[in-house]
């Protein structure tokens, strides 16, 4: 099993992965993407003129729906090229006003105890060296009866099956830490003094090529992560990534998760 990174050895390794990658964020937010997210905020009642904090808030894709909903987001990211190029991509669509932006940790923000009614952290965790801390820190920040909501990639529960998949996932994507599956989640969560209230996991089949081409893997490696998805596919059985096809066509699952806790 790869070594776990620090707090500050992970933090600096995505500083440099996402200046550098900053402008590979430029297409306009895709609305499918976001409708979970949405479904949410439903569910939660999050109120019109309410307040929600985005940590790693990158592009602001996660901040929409709030600022669709009536909402205001104070974003905070780490990576000042991101925070740009999310500023930018908001105001072009017209949403600009709803979005105030910081440079700081996850683990340690600015944000004033008990100051907003949600957070939310999407597509961050995987990149988190703590991510305890940083769901204590999201707790912080939302007042009693708030809301804290972490989107990410997910594994199985089994440490059979993830032990299967996570060698060949950090060959894929070097700069990734650590996914956490449902249970981790929960035991994060409960740890943080919330109340999980929902957790729901969703599976889309995508292509090898689309699933590799945004991890920045090197050339030198993409034939072996290969291999070790055509290994998985080999091996049958109900693996996690449920690999299919050969080729152009070879495919696999990729999984998310969602997690809602209630703030007692």
């Known amino acids: 099993m790869t070594a776990t990174p620090d707090a500050n050895e992970a933090a600096q390794k995505n500083l440099e992965s996402f200046t550098r990658r900053a402008g590979n964020f430029t297409q306009k937010t895709g609305g499918q993407t976001l409708v979970p997210l949405r479904e949410v905020l439903e569910g939660i009642a999050f109120p019109a003129g309410g307040w929600a904090a985005d940590f790693g808030i990158g592009t602001g894709n996660s901040a929409i729906p709030f600022i669709e909903a009536g909402g205001r987001v104070i974003g905070v990211d ?100 650590r996914i956490l599956s449902p249970k981790d989640f929960r035991g994060i969560y409960a740890a943080c003094g919330l109340e999980v209230t929902e957790v ?19 050339e030198a490696t993409i034939r072996e992560v290969r291999e070790g998805v055509e290994r ?33």
């Open 78 to 177: 780490i990576t000042p090229a991101m925070a740009l190029t999310g500023k930018k991509r908001l105001a072009d669509e017209g949403l600009g006003h709803g979005a105030h932006f910081t440079i700081a940790l996850c683990e340690q923000t600015p944000i004033p105890d008990a100051a907003v009614d949600c957070a939310i952290c999407r597509n961050v965790f995987h990149h988190l060296a703590n991510p305890d801390d940083v769901v204590r820190e999201m707790s912080r920040v939302v007042r009693p009866g708030g809301h804290v909501i972490v989107m990410d990639h997910c594994y199985p529960d089994s440490d059979v099956e993830r032990a299967r998949i996570e060698e060949i996932d950090h060959i894929r994507e070097p700069e990734m830490v």
């Open 200 to 218: 729901e996991t969703m599976n889309r089949r995508d292509t090898f090529d689309n699933w590799i081409s945004g991890a920045e893997t090197g």
């Open 232 to 264: 998985l596919r080999d091996e049958g059985g109900e693996s996690w990534l449920l690999p299919e096809g050969e080729g152009d066509d070879l495919s696999l699952l990729r999984w998310d998760a969602i997690v809602v806790g209630k703030k007692l």
